[in-house]
T-cell receptor, first 116, second 108 residues
Framework: GAVVSQHPSWVICKSGTSVKIECRSLDFQATTMFWYRQFPKQSLMLMATSNEGSKATYEQGVEKDKFLINHASLTLSTLTVTSAHPEDSSFYIC????????????FGPGTRLLVL | TQLLEQSPQFLSIQEGENLTVYCNSSSVFSSLQWYRQEPGEGPVLLVTVVTGGEVKKLKRLTFQFGDARKDSSLHITAAQPGDTGLYLCAGGLSQFYFGTGTSLTVIP
C-alpha cells in the first residue's frame, strides 16, 4: 500500500513554455502533499506544502507565481512550472501524507525536467 | 547551516567492504528516519528510530540512534552494488528537516 505516482516521469520543454506535473496517491487519501526539488546527489529541498482545497504554503525563496500548485482532490496535486527557463531544470519529487505530517509521507518516483 | 549534517558527503567503496554514515545535529529529535534514494527514483523509507540508544537492523544495515537523540548512524556490512544510492536522514522539530545526504557508490 501507500503508493504515490508522478506523471510524467521525465519531460523536455522549450524555454518559455509551461509544464504541468501530476502527483497522485493511488491507494490512500492524502490530506497533504509536499513538493520538493532536488539537484544531483544533493538532499531534498521543500518547495511547498499543499492541502486539499486550500492555497499552498510556499517555502522562503520559492516564487508562487512561477511554481503554481493545485490540490484539487485528496488524491491529486499538480505543480505547474510556468515560463520555464533552463535554470528550472531539475528533479521534482512529490510526497503525500495521510495525516498532514512529513514524518508519514510517501514519495513519488520523481519527474526529471529539462528546459532547453 | 544545516540542522542535520551527514558525513561523509560522498563515499565510493569496493563490494564487500563495510561503511558507516553519520547524521549529526545539535538539536534533540524525538525520532529520526533514514531513507535510501536510487538514481532517478524517489526516496524510500528504511527505518525510523525513536528511542535514545536504539539499534535497529535491516538485513546488512544497522541503524543506531544516539543516547541523547541528537545523532544517528547507519552501518552497512559487506556492501553490494545494489546498496548504491543517496542516503538521507530526516527528522522533525518545529518543522521537518532532511539531512545533507550521503552519496554511496559500491563498485563491483
Amino acid at each position: 500500500g501507500a503508493v504515490v505516482s508522478q506523471h510524467p516521469s521525465w519531460v523536455i520543454c522549450k524555454s518559455g513554455t509551461s509544464v504541468k506535473i501530476e502527483c497522485r496517491s493511488l491507494d490512500f487519501q492524502a490530506t497533504t502533499m509536499f513538493w520538493y526539488r532536488q539537484f544531483p546527489k544533493q538532499s531534498l529541498m521543500l518547495m511547498a506544502t499543499s492541502n486539499e482545497g486550500s492555497k499552498a504554503t510556499y517555502e522562503q525563496g520559492v516564487e508562487k507565481d512561477k511554481f503554481l500548485i493545485n490540490h484539487a482532490s485528496l488524491t491529486l496535486s499538480t505543480l505547474t512550472v510556468t515560463s520555464a527557463h533552463p535554470e528550472d531544470s531539475s528533479f521534482y519529487i512529490c510526497s503525500a501524507s495521510p495525516d498532514s505530517t512529513q514524518e508519514t509521507q510517501y514519495f513519488g518516483p520523481g519527474t526529471r525536467l529539462l528546459v532547453l | 547551516t544545516q540542522l542535520l549534517e551527514q558525513s561523509p558527503q560522498f563515499l565510493s567503496i569496493q563490494e564487500g567492504e563495510n561503511l558507516t554514515v553519520y547524521c549529526n545535529s545539535s538539536s534533540v529529535f524525538s525520532s529520526l528516519q533514514w531513507y535510501r534514494q536510487e538514481p532517478g527514483e524517489g526516496p524510500v523509507l528504511l527505518v525510523t528510530v525513536v528511542t535514545g540508544g536504539e539499534v535497529k537492523k535491516l538485513k546488512r544495515l544497522t541503524f543506531q540512534f544516539g543516547d541523547a537523540r541528537k545523532d544517528s548512524s547507519l552501518h552497512i556490512t559487506a556492501a553490494q552494488p545494489g546498496d548504491t544510492g543517496l542516503y538521507l536522514c530526516a527528522g522533525g522539530l518545529s518543522q521537518f528537516y532532511f539531512g545533507t545526504g550521503t552519496s554511496l557508490t559500491v563498485i563491483p
